[in-house]
């Protein structure tokens, strides 16, 4: 299967995982937002040195992806495709910082050891969040969400509108690739010259398309606005789980958990 | 009921690119009547049925929907009463679920909430698409994507469904339901095709465009059976009408 | 090039979240006025088209990679800057959520590079001046590969300003600007040709279509200068807040901060923030670990652990660590802003 395939499979499949019913999934979509983002930011906020304070805060992405019936393997997979980057980058602080700030007896522990440990877990988190909040929302509610929170109508219908037509678009594309590579005989790869006139011939019907679907859209009376339909209304229950989850995040932010366990801990042995 | 009426007089158009499409188009369709609009491709079908919910405007002669001409007041009333259908379903399904796009057309004519939602069950009810409603328009196969894009149509009670191509690209089962649920509306037919036996099955009248002009105007039996004229428009007739293959009885006449 | 969540630090993130969603809404309300509903359903597909062209790749002649089109300085072309800025906001709003190729509350950093740099800054300053609506191939030419090179080393600029500015990586500016540049230099050139094949293409076969697709009917002007002003006070107010909600090592920054000349201007600034900010740190002791380090530090202990004891570093000058983060993200959405003046000034002057 190419790469153009899987990607848009990939999408069809986490598409498909939203729709399931959970308690999770039941959960208001804009509160989902919410409490992902204040997540993210809680995460981020933690100091560049204490990985260990982040470890409790494993149990919201833990605890979603487990009520909401998300398979981990798919989302660690994905996460790993992910990494790279931040990997990269992150690889030069233990080259940087050299200064010991753990003496393990044995061997001392770097500066650079203990940060690149801590963006680690923060890319860990804040992509599984992420990646779990997709596969618990359906894209579209996510959309519906961000209009209801502000978000100006020009941008959440340009989503929908791209969302939509990723799938048409991706199957127009893999078909071009595919007859290209069923003639090129067994020639190394595809040359800029040919890719620029096969985005070019799809751009001229992406834009042919436009117009049909322009022309489609007057045809229902369209004048301008499109109004999309309003959604179910917060109940008290999504107002517990914002609440909540927020509240513990702060608390572990405010708080060393692991610290104090570790001294308990301690104090046990 | 005269709102009804398609009347055609006169019709000429030409792209701005100087293309001749139509060359002085005439006919008369009344209320309930099932008429087929056949030609070769690029004859002028779809030029002629971009006309019909003014879209297009002519250069010469005029297009009336009822007692109302095409004007940019009249726009917003003609396109409720006209519902047209395209070829290609994806250029009508451009929303994220199935209820959506079909709400679009009502929601746009400034109904009020529970009306949109009653119409929108209604129109898919009546297209068998009851089911499909909160899905996505990708995960729908070519016959539902079919079915549901005459729904975002009908949601807007229109008195004339204009359709082109409906039968393109579907399986044999799926066009077979799509004749059956087209031979149950009442609503004025015109369906431009080149699918010469659904307009044996569906259609009493016949409308034979050539080169941008209507060469034959009569009931659909006649025209079918007409093969010279058919076969001079770039057609055939119908393949029922063929003769059989197998037993070898030649063409009926 | 796409930031990620755990590069970045809340105060960096908010501030470039904030200017990203004041652009958003600038970018809709000059859509508005253009009164070209034709536009909604081309952003849309367009921005599938270019989606799905991203995950196309090329090889690269005589070096064997692979590439792809990025596409800004294309929808630019193609749909103005307004249009083309949202379509590329929304297409890497999806990446970040299906892939996790961004992250979310780095979307605004990475929208601000990949998005308002191609083409609120590089398509009407360069892109436009060169190709001049000539459909000669080699000004088409010409014009998509100085754009293309200066967009994406301006983006590069972008991330590596970020990562620094939030103090979570330890490569230092210089550092991480000579691996950067070069790289997004070579990924520039190649997007340079390809987005000039693609235009010659669409202006070859159908010439008239960049002509209307780009420019936009004019309507009324929305003067900038109360959407400058406001995205200035929303940014320092965010700033303000977020960075107090920050607690990272800023060592790298006062270092190289040190080292060049706008030193003089931030350490002044510094004293009077650095003031007044204590004070509201001294009040607000609900940052347990955040004073504990600090008194750690004045203690100047060396570093010993037992598990799960909170670690302490030598020499962490926490003092000047919220004022430091400030000055930093300040200076990002400085130079932003300026970017945005210098655009507003050059419209005001009388066209051609």
Redesign the interface.
Known sequence: MG??ES?FF???H??ALSSKDTPIHRVDPGVKVLT??YF??V????????P??LAPLVIYPVAIMTIGNIPFAYIMK??L??SP??LS??L??PI??R?????LGLFSVS??F??FA???A??VL??GA??A??ACTG??S??SALSRMG?????T??????????????E??SRM?RARALRSFGN?????????????????R??D????????????????E?????SSKIRLSDFFFLAGWSGLFTLLR???F??W???E??RLI | MSHHIVEVKGLKFSYPDGTPALNGVNFRITHGESVALVGANGAGKSTLLLHLNGYLTPQEGSVRIGDMPITKKTLKQIRQTVGMVFQDPDDQLFLPRVYDDVAFGPTNLGLPPDEVKQRTLSALALVGAGHLKDRPPYKLSAGEKRAVSIATVLSMSPSILVMDEPTSNLDPKARRQLIHLLSEFDHTKIIATHDMDMVLDLCSRAIVLRGGEVVADGTARDILNNRDLLDASGLEKPLRLQGCPICGNSDAR | MHMADALISPAVGGVMLVATAGLTVYSARKLKEEIDDRKIPLMGVLGALVFAAQMINFTIPGTGSSGHLGGAMLLAVLLGPYAAFLTMASILTIQALFFADGGLLALGCNIFNMGFFPCFVVFPLIYKRIAANSPERKRILAAAMVASIIALQLGALGVVTETFCSNISDLSFKTFVLLMLPIHLAIGIVEGFVTASVVSFVTRNRPGVLQTAAEPSIGKQISIKPVLITLLIIAALTGGFLSWFASTNPDGLEWSIARSSVNKVLQSSESGIHALLSGVQKKTAVFPDYNFRKDETEESAKSESTQGKQDVWPSVSAGTSISGLLGGAMSLVLAGLIGFGIKTCQRRKPNK
């Open positions: 790469s153009i990607s990939d999408i069809g986490l598409d992902t983002i993210i930011a995460v981020i906020s933690f100091n560049k040195y204490d260990a304070g994905k996460l495709i992910a980057f931040v980058v992150a030069f602080n940087l910082d200064t010991p700030v753990l003496d500066g650079g203990v940060s801590s963006i680690a923060k890319f804040t992509a992420g990646l909040l997709i894209f579209d996510i959309c978000v100006p109508r020009a941008f219908i340009q989503l929908l509108f791209v969302y939509r037509y990723i799938f048409v678009l991706g127009e594309a690739v190394k790869g595809l040359g800029m010259t040919v890719y620029g006139s096969m985005i070019g011939q799809l751009l001229l992406t834009m398309r436009a117009q049909r679907i322009h022309l489609a859209m007057l045809c229902r009376g369209f004048d301008g499109i109004h999309h339909a309003a405010l708080y060393n692991p610290a366990l570790g001294r801990l301690g």
